[in-house]
């Protein structure tokens, strides 16, 4: 067994911490902007999206797969780790640990709203069923990215449920237009795995419709999240814009073919980048909308 900080830090790569904020702020922002509190279940539920749930979700995949990221050239560093064997047992348990004792304390203050306990439980049943054997569904092509997408919608409406919020036809639209990024999100980065994952006989939506097809369905699925946000009230609407810049950055690769493909981490590093100026600025319009009272 490896040293123990040579552990955390296996572990701490594994858990993806430039993806922390991608299920982390969907909860945080969700439960604070309606509720207007920073209170107990805030802290407890942004904690658990950011670290123990990366953690599953991610670690969790890099044990079971192995053997196929032994042969992806960009596995091993910030896009995944390459755990060697000998740390599948401590990541397995660490996130098996820190999974349910986070869980206890979330259904314990989240006693007062059953809802809550629901949402949760299929938020981790979606994140354990995306890698686990007999489940896997990261290789059933479509609901992949389905599941996938569910990963990162599901902090949002969770903090929905514990916080009490009244689902309106605004919130909705926006749920929906995230969910149509994220499957955007996970097709367009399974379009840079179809070799590795064909040699080691793995299944994705990119694998069954080809690099350049998967590409356009992205950009499709984008275009249609930045749609949906131009029906929501001003200023939400203006988050329509948010879909611009993942779509300039995809489109050179519409036409990829599959031999290829590898080449669209060019864009997937970038798509990693624009998250956060993304990020920053749907920041700034959920405050300005909240200032304006929509999340009231």
């Not at 896009?79 to 401590?90: N, Q, R, S, V, Y």
């Not at 926006?174 to 969910?179: G, H, I, K, P």
């Not at 793995?202 to 419709?209: C, D, E, Q, R, Y």
């Not at 590409?215 to 611009?244: D, E, K, N």
Request: net charge neutral.
């Amino acid at each position: 067994m490896p040293d123990r900080p040579s552990v955390v830090r296996t572990l701490f790569v594994a858990s993806r911490p430039l993806s922390w904020i991608n299920t982390a702020f969907p909860f945080a922002a969700a439960y604070f902007l309606t509720t207007g509190r920073v209170d107990t279940a805030l802290v407890i539920g942004t904690l658990f999206f950011l670290v123990p749930y990366n953690l599953t979700m991610y670690g969790v995949n890099d044990v079971f797969d192995y053997e196929s990221d032994l042969a992806n050239p960009r596995k091993g560093g910030a896009e995944g780790a390459k755990l060697p064997p000998a740390l599948h047992p401590i990541t397995l348990w660490s996130s098996a640990v820190l999974m349910a004792v986070f869980a206890v304390v979330l259904v314990v203050l989240g006693a007062q709203r059953p809802l809550s306990w629901l949402v949760l439980a299929i938020s981790v049943f979606a994140v354990l069923a995306y890698s686990v054997p007999r489940l896997r569904f990261k290789e059933i092509p479509v609901l992949d990215s389905l599941t996938s997408s569910t990963h990162f919608v599901t902090p949002a409406l969770y903090a929905f449920a514990l916080a009490g919020t009244t689902l309106t036809p605004p919130l909705i639209l926006t749920m929906v237009a995230f969910f149509c990024w994220g499957m955007a999100s996970h097709a367009f980065g399974a379009v840079q795995d179809i070799v590795p994952d064909r040699e080691a006989g793995i299944g994705s939506i990119a694998t069954v419709l080809g690099a350049a097809r998967t590409v356009r369905i992205a950009i499709l699925l984008w275009a249609l999240a930045g749609v949906l946000m131009l029906f929501a009230p001003w200023p939400a609407s203006l988050a329509a814009l948010a879909a611009v810049p993942y779509i300039v950055i995809v489109a050179p690769f519409a036409g990829v073919d599959d031999a290829h493909s590898g080449s669209a981490n060019r864009a997937w590093r970038r798509f990693l980048a624009i998250n956060y100026a993304v990020g920053f600025a749907v920041t700034m319009l959920l405050i300005l909308c909240a200032m304006e009272g929509l999340f009231a």
